[in-house]
């Protein structure tokens, strides 16, 4: 069974940087393709950064320059978050999809399986 474990949130002044981590566990598949995402009050999830078995990535506009996806090994996913601004303030959850995704699937959140349960980051002004 699939488990996602994500570390790493806390508060921050704007401009600051946080580093987000992601635990995988049981994940069994040659190819796959894991994300960032991440949820504010009252806003729906949305994507931010994705990264797939072949180390293709790809970030939403608004994080592009300032957030890096990563993963370290097979078990570990990371996001770099620098310059970060009151409106990067949300939970942030960790998701995993079998198999590569392509164009507007990558950061769709009805192509991911596996969840986490998330990490709070909260940027202050």
């Known amino acids: 069974q699939v488990q996602l474990v994500e570390s790493g949130g806390g508060s921050v002044q704007s401009g600051g940087s946080l580093t987000l981590s992601c635990a995988a566990s049981?994940?069994?598949?040659?190819?796959?393709?894991m994300a960032w995402f991440r949820q504010a009050p009252g806003k729906e999830r949305e994507g931010v950064a994705m990264?797939?078995?072949?180390?293709?990535t790809i970030y939403a506009d608004s994080v592009k320059g300032r957030f890096t996806i990563s993963q370290d090994n097979a078990d570990t996913l990371t996001l770099q978050m620098n310059d970060l601004k009151p409106e990067d303030t949300a939970m942030y959850y960790c998701?995993?999809?079998?198999?590569?995704?392509?164009?507007?699937?990558?950061?769709?959140?009805?192509?991911?399986?596996?969840w986490g349960q998330g990490t709070q980051v909260t940027v202050s002004s």
């Open positions: 998701a995993s999809a079998i198999g590569r995704l392509y164009g507007g699937a990558q950061l769709l959140r009805l192509s991911y399986q596996y």
């Open positions: 049981g994940y069994t598949y040659p190819t796959y393709s």
């Open positions: 990264i797939d078995s072949r180390g293709n």
